[in-house]
């Protein structure tokens, strides 16, 4: 009774860490599929932790390490309902080979070898061999003297020992494992011993020697206390002995301690087997057997089932697998046969589903590839003999004929430059006239537009549209300006220090030719490109047209300042001021109805800018807005 009671303490809490876990796993997946921008808003409604901060660097791509990496791959394991083709897609497209060339990089080795580990446990078995062969590549590269090569090459025969299990050949992956497992004692490398350790246990289970693989399980779990942190294999040697404990009766408290350890740990979906093993053991007029029930909130076995069965349906196909069979077993125990035998049915099709064509050709893969192995050692030493005198040749023959080479080059290279730079010449002449003809025509179109806008005014007697057909002209004219110094600038950059010189002569000419209005124009060595220019050319139009139509209305010193810099490497800011009336304290930038306004406002929207408008002798408009690089990283 103490040992089911341990059971039920955990259950209270199983709906807060689910949760907590589910925050995490929704921004991992979108980690995973590269949506960035989503994981990001969802991260930042998590509070701080460990965990929050290397997503935060996954997701912006600041200083990540292979540690990084391993840690975020290892998280994933520790939950349920992960693909890990979408994980091998991802590490594939993000996680480049290392530089170094002096050394095996043991957190790089460990991303590959948990991935191509995880892929094979999930029945993705072409996959997971793939992954096996670009592991082996990265370590062949190293020579035996390499630091770390001894560990690699031994921790890479993990892959064999879960071949030899699949293909039944039990003596030679046991001994393999045993084999390994000296070297690791060797080595004094814990990770390593318990590897080679959990392996080794498969087979003492496939013999039936639980005594001994309770014996294996409890040294797996006495090393990795000794580890700064959990290993891979940790808690699934939780659930494995969990299991030999309860067949074997007579491990109460051992349960119920490492029982309680699991429902804490982010490896709650192993509960699901130990929950439906223990009502298979239970009579229903049992008060366990009710306590379990009503913890669940179901009447019976079989909504128990149904519901466990929606709990764990995420996981992968193997871990879904056995808790359809151990459904089938309890439902059979409680008298339900015929949803027994449906749920056994469901087993074989999924089993068939995983198994029947992928693993039928990774077996033949692996056994082509071993035999590949075998080949390659004996043809090797004789294929260093045939190279080191084939070399000697080679050499001989190349020093012979590198100067008749070199020269014959030298002077076939003479007549192909010629060649080329006639090519070049005229490749860039017809560049020339493609790009005059290309700004010859937009000039036409924006001339054609302003044209079309005054005979239009012709016909206008109401003033207000007068007005607005006058305003969309200037407007023209203002893109007009900006593509013409375009033009006239070879690197394809905006001089905006004349820009705003004529732009600010074109407004006074239409609205008070007059009356001079005094000017202070400041924005030096301020080149912009296109994407820029023609936003901000618009706004300063709007502004300075906005100071001639109301701010210099009977006002008689009039004066205009308009500066503008860098105010950091990604921030540009523009202040125009005027030194009329100032604009109404009542103009609501969220409300108005002002054309001008709205442009403006809209277009600080479009250059992620900040907009900002006050009284300070007459109005004052001060605008901070992103580069084109700058904008072009936020999108």
Known sequence: MKLFFSFFVLLSSLHFFSQTNLDYSKVEQYILNNKLDSASYFLNTLKDSPQKELLNNLITTEKLTYADYYLFISNLTKRQGVNYLDVQRYINNTVLDPLNKNKIDKDFYNIKWILTTKLLEDAHLKEGNEEQKKLENYVNQFSENTPNYRWATTKLKTHSVVMYFIEKELKKGKNLSLKCLKIAEDLNDIDLQIAFLYNYGGYLLNELNVDKFITTSERILSLDKQLPKHSFYYYKTIRNIINAYIYKGGYDKEVAKLIEELYNSEARVYSYLLYVQMITKLNKDSEVFKTVLKKFEVSNVLELIKKLEVLGKNQNSNGYFFLIDKFSR?????????????????????????????????????KITQAEKEKERELKQEKEKTNLYLIIALLSLFLLSITFITLKKLKKQSLELSDKNKIIKKSLNEKDLLVKEMHHRVKNNFQLITSLLELQTKDIEDEKALQLALEGKNRVNSMALIHQKLYQNKKGLIDFNEFINLLVKEINTIYDSNNKVSTIIDSKNMLLDIDTAIPLGLIINEIITNAYKYAFIDLENKRLEVFMNRSSAEDITLIVQDNGPGISEKIDLNKTKSLGLRLIKRLVKQLHGVLKINNVNGTRFEITVKDFEARKAID
């Open 330 to 366: 309890a439902l059979q125990k409680h008298k339900y046969y015929d949803e027994a035998l449906a749920y056994k049915e469901k087993g074989i099709a999924l089993t068939r589903k995983i198994y029947s064509e992928e693993l039928s050709a990774s077996l033949a893969n692996f």
